[in-house]
């Protein structure tokens, strides 16, 4: 099923060839191979790796525990799609719009946010969730109150 506008349509197709590379990356991938290295972030334990697909695509593999929302962190690219692939576990992530922005980190693409959500998506293992640039997200919440362990692997696709 597909739920969408003619815009979610046209925005999709702009990327059509770079989802048929991750797809075909996602197929080919060894779960007992998710390779990340440990770093600390604001006293909690985050694991990442970063490997470069081609000129467009970037492949985030992160590893971390899902929290509660008020400690997640709403934010949006200007520059970057992001695909989220769930490789083990379950997490939800918040959309929302019409948000308050804070300034633009250019080199890494990305800016914070602040208000409500409109929604939330529950995301497993074997799915994936497109935002598109300026969509804001909130990532790693917690479901029914208890914190899980997610893997995921976030594409970076350059627009």
């Given amino acids: 099923m597909i739920y969408a506008d003619f815009d979610f349509l046209e925005k999709v197709g702009s990327i059509q060839k770079e989802l048929i590379l991750i797809e075909t990356y996602i197929k080919s991938l060894d779960e007992q191979k998710f390779a990340v290295q440990s770093i600390e972030?604001?006293?909690?334990?985050?694991?990442?790796?970063?490997?470069?697909?081609?000129?467009?695509?970037?492949?985030?593999f992160i590893e971390y525990p899902t929290s509660d929302e008020t400690q997640r962190v709403w934010e949006a690219h200007k520059v970057a799609?992001?695909?989220h692939y769930?490789?083990?576990?379950?997490?939800?992530?918040?959309?929302?719009?019409?948000?308050?922005?804070?300034?633009?980190?250019?080199?890494?693409?990305?800016?914070l946010l602040h208000g409500k959500k409109n929604r939330s998506i529950r995301m497993s293992k074997g799915q994936f969730l497109i935002l598109f640039p300026d969509e804001a997200h909130k990532t790693g919440v917690q479901i029914d109150g208890v914190s899980t362990k997610i893997k995921k692997i976030v594409f970076k696709i350059r627009m």
């Fill in 41 to 60: 972030l604001d006293e909690q334990k985050f694991a990442v790796q970063s490997i470069e697909l081609n000129e467009k695509i970037k492949a985030n």
């Fill in 86 to 111: 769930i490789v083990a576990g379950e997490e939800m992530i918040d959309i929302g719009n019409d948000l308050q922005a804070e300034d633009y980190h250019e080199e890494e693409d990305y800016y």
């Fill in 81 to 83: 799609a992001d695909i």
